[in-house]
């Protein structure tokens, strides 16, 4: 028996994988928010709830030690909420993009 490399052979079956969606987090999506709004809350405390008290925040003078401690820690919670949720955003699209039925 020879070799012969132009000789027909058998095809080879294709093989289908369904791929599954994935099951939405949302609890993940439910506590980045959740992040968000704590976020957004440490930001507005001082001027919503005014801080009274001595030494504390008053309407129009400069930001005390709390008002800045707030907002800066309050701007970085943000901060990462939003980043987190473009991540999964992006990995969401990215799925979209990659695995979408063609019509």
């Known amino acids: 028996m ?4 132009y000789a027909q052979t058998e095809s080879i079956p294709m093989v289908t994988v369904a791929i599954r969606r994935p099951a939405p987090p949302i609890a993940a ?3 980045l928010g959740a992040l968000g709004l704590a976020g957004a809350w440490l930001i507005a ?3 919503v709830l005014g801080y009274r008290g001595p030494g504390d925040q008053q309407r129009g003078a400069a930001w005390t030690d709390a008002t800045r401690v707030d907002v800066s820690l309050g701007a970085a919670i943000l901060a990462i ?3 987190a949720l473009l991540g999964y955003l992006a990995a969401a699209v990215t799925w979209l993009a990659r695995y979408r039925q063609a019509e």
């Open 2 to 5: 020879t070799y012969d490399p």
């Open 29 to 31: 999506l439910l506590g």
């Open 45 to 47: 405390a001082p001027f």
């Open 81 to 83: 909420s939003l980043a």
